[in-house]
């Protein structure tokens, strides 16, 4: 069965700031590519939610957090089984100390 896709306002937030840095940076073909990927790259757990690893960093919270690569950033998740859905937690640039992937929520 298909799971829908729940990005939580802060991983909202963080594609956001990932578009705005790029269109910048970069322009905004550039910009739209990675977001466009990293969408693409989610989802890919509608059908398959499992297919992350799990995070290290998070393994002390409640949910299991799992995560997939696209490019430098790691998309943060987790399963809810009680509302159906996968929920996206973060969208972490792996270029940054991986204790900062603790700030998520």
């Known amino acids: 069965m298909e799971l829908d896709l729940f990005w939580t306002d802060f991983s909202q937030k963080e594609l956001e700031k990932i578009y705005e840095y790029y269109r910048e940076k970069a322009g905004v073909r550039v910009?739209?590519?990675?977001?466009?990927?990293?969408?693409?790259?989610?989802?890919k757990l509608k059908i398959q939610p499992k297919i992350g690893q799990e995070?290290?960093?998070?393994?002390?919270?409640?949910?299991?957090?799992?995560?997939?690569?696209?490019?430098?950033?790691?998309?943060?998740y987790w399963i809810n089984e009680e509302e159906n859905r996968i929920?996206?937690?973060?969208v972490f640039?792996?270029?940054q100390n991986p204790i900062k992937i603790k700030r998520t929520t």
């Open 31 to 43: 910009a739209k590519n990675l977001v466009n990927g990293i969408f693409n790259e989610v989802l």
């Open 55 to 76: 995070e290290e960093f998070l393994k002390n919270r409640k949910q299991e957090f799992r995560y997939l690569v696209y490019k430098n950033y790691k998309v943060i």
């Open 87 to 90: 929920e996206i937690n973060d």
């Open 93 to 95: 640039d792996t270029r």
